[in-house]
């Protein structure tokens, strides 16, 4: 009977695991659509967020089952809690994801972005991609000190966002006040969007450790 438990405790994780890859590919393909005004891109990330969704709910289901059925205390109960919080936030990835696709088709056949502020975004889904595919490995390994090192990488992203500000709030930013909107934005998206990632391997950090990064002591 336990040892059909940590089966069921395996295989809800590796579904948080496979969600988390799902916003993955759904950023780095928004992302493509939004540089590139690639429409056919743009309408493949918002069909497929339904499924991000589906998988969300499954794993919502199935966790709540284990905390009805089994009862778990300890490490099984953080893993438990952390899956359910985790699951909100790499649903919301992939939100963000789609809130970028649709930015792109509401433009197409026109770029979203104005010429000076494109090589930021590609950047940007560049970090996010990484910041997901880490966090995706993070769950699998239960990898504390990969989980901690993930917000060097959220910094840079925090770096980019905030530089976004300098460039579209120039007196010389010709492209007018629509696209510095369309800019401050999507840049919002992309910085929320690593954020969540870092929420998830903190998630982590706390079915390790027991604390959450942040608060108390984080070398427990």
């Given amino acids: 009977m336990r040892e059909a438990y940590q089966d069921q405790l395996g295989q809800l994780a590796e579904r948080l695991a496979d ?19 690639d429409l056919a891109v743009a309408e493949q990330v918002i069909s497929d967020d339904a499924r ?3 998988v969300r709910a499954s794993i919502e289901e199935q966790a709540y089952a284990l905390l009805a059925l089994q009862a778990p205390v300890a490490t099984d109960l953080r893993t438990v809690l952390a899956v359910i919080h985790a699951a909100e936030s790499v649903e919301r990835m992939g939100d963000l994801a789609l809130h970028v696709a649709k930015a792109a088709r509401r433009r197409h056949p026109n770029h979203v972005l104005a010429e000076p502020v494109a090589p930021y975004f590609a950047e940007m889904g ?3 991609v990484e910041l997901a595919t880490e966090a995706t490995d993070i769950i699998r390994t239960q990898d504390v000190a990969r989980a901690r090192s ?34 401050t934005l999507l840049g919002r998206f992309y910085e929320r969007f690593a954020d969540h990632a870092v929420s998830v391997a903190k998630r982590t950090v706390f079915v390790v450790t027991g604390k959450m990064p942040g608060y108390g002591d984080e070398e427990a």
């Avoid at 966002?161 to 709030?169: A, E, G, P, W």
């Fill in 19 to 37: 969600m988390c890859a799902m916003s993955g590919k759904a950023i780095e393909l928004a992302t493509k659509a939004l540089l590139e005004a």
């Fill in 52 to 54: 991000i969704d589906e």
């Fill in 126 to 128: 560049r970090i996010a």
């Fill in 150 to 183: 993930l917000e060097d990488a959220d910094d840079a992203m925090d770096d980019l966002h905030r530089h976004l500000f300098t460039v579209i709030m120039d007196k010389e930013w010709p492209h007018g006040v629509p696209s510095a909107v369309d800019t």
